[in-house]
């Protein structure tokens, strides 16, 4: 699929990538404030729409040897996309209660933060605001990861 065929040229995908990415940062802080505040109706729902962020991802993937992406960005979407597939797996298909076994929570939480660390590269493409946006946020998000996984236990 050619990105630019269907009216999106190199800066629109990057804007893209750049909203997706920072949507991203902002629904895992949201599923870890709710997940603190002992809320899981609302943490689930927003984990649907954080599964729902693979259709843009996918679409941007789709797209990137038309937009002559280099090898790093295929990783980048890559990872975030294997990441969401996982947690659609192990938290919504299955519901997997893998988060109280060692090794799979290792697992997990390795691909949670190479797929959410990526997404700072994905966002930089968008401009330097972007990048710093992305950094803040990832940093925020990680606090508030290993801050949750101290209290809950999740």
């Known amino acids: ?15 893209l990538g750049g909203i997706m990415s920072l949507l991203v940062m902002v629904l895992c802080i949201l599923i ?20 729902a962020m693979a259709l843009p991802f996918g679409y941007l993937l789709l797209g990137a040897s ?10 980048q979407l ?9 947690e659609l797996f192990l938290d919504y298909i299955f519901q997997i209660d893998f988060r ?11 691909f949670f933060f190479a797929g959410t660390g990526g997404l700072i590269g994905v966002a930089s493409l968008a401009g330097k605001p972007w990048m710093y946006a992305a950094i803040v946020l ?17």
């Open 1 to 15: 699929m050619n990105l630019e065929m269907a009216g999106m040229d190199i800066q629109r995908a990057n804007t």
């Open 32 to 51: 870890f404030v709710f997940r603190l505040n002992n809320m899981p109706v609302v943490e689930r729902w927003l984990g649907i729409l954080f599964i």
């Open 66 to 75: 038309g937009l002559h992406r280099p090898p790093l960005y295929f990783i």
């Open 78 to 86: 890559g990872t975030i996309l294997a990441f969401i597939l996982l």
């Open 100 to 110: 109280h076994v060692k090794w799979m929570t290792l697992v997990y939480v390795m």
């Open 138 to 154: 990832f940093l925020l998000m990680t606090g508030l990861a290993f801050w949750q996984r101290a209290k809950t236990g999740m």
